[in-house]
């Protein structure tokens, strides 16, 4: 059993920088093998976003941005309501065809589904869309086609980048002076 899976039996997940770029690549293998061509990835920001361009530099994809936001409040940890950017950042436009949409979980689900209703009812140029996450929690309303890992409880998933969140500039500048 590795670190990780112990620690999300405790209701925590702490994934290290490798942990994350291998689920990462064998995320991408999964989907390789599925044989599932498509013209572009859509990442979902901010979770979405190293992800995503992973598998646009490994699959040579466009990459396209949606911002999404519902974790705001407590330092990102309690859900609100969800906001949708009202359009996608490409330099490969129209976005169209079939996409991958991806992000790095899917907790509630609520997310991934508003997003590919608000896909469907704006980007009529798009035939067919699927999805692909690091994490799928088995709390979630909707069941992404591609996944890395399953998580029968509600661990919560602390990612390597997410030291950022407490530190600022002047931190960072302290603390390699000393």
């Not at 949606?66 to 436009?93: F, K, V």
Request: proline content about 4%.
């Amino acid at each position: 059993m590795s670190d990780t899976t112990a620690n999300a039996e405790q209701g925590h997940m702490w994934v290290s920088w490798d942990e994350y770029h291998q689920a990462i690549e064998l995320l991408a293998k999964q989907v390789q093998a599925s044989g599932w061509e498509f013209d572009h990835i859509l990442c979902l920001a901010r979770g979405g976003l190293r992800p995503g361009d992973i598998f646009s530099r490994l699959f040579k994809r466009p990459l396209a941005i949606l911002s999404t936001s519902s974790y705001r409040e407590a330092n990102g940890t309690q859900r609100g309501t969800l906001e949708i950017a009202p359009h996608i950042t490409t330099t490969h436009h129209p976005i169209e065809g079939r996409v991958l949409l991806m992000d790095d979980l899917v907790d509630s689900g609520i997310t991934l589904q508003q997003v590919l209703q608000y896909l469907i009812a704006h980007y009529p140029a798009i035939i067919d869309i699927k999805t692909a996450v690091i994490w799928f929690k088995s709390t979630s309303v909707i069941t992404p086609d591609f996944y890395h890992h399953f998580l029968e409880n509600h661990a919560w998933i602390h990612q390597p980048f997410e030291a950022y969140d407490e530190l600022t500039p002047d931190l960072i500048i302290d603390n390699r002076s000393n």
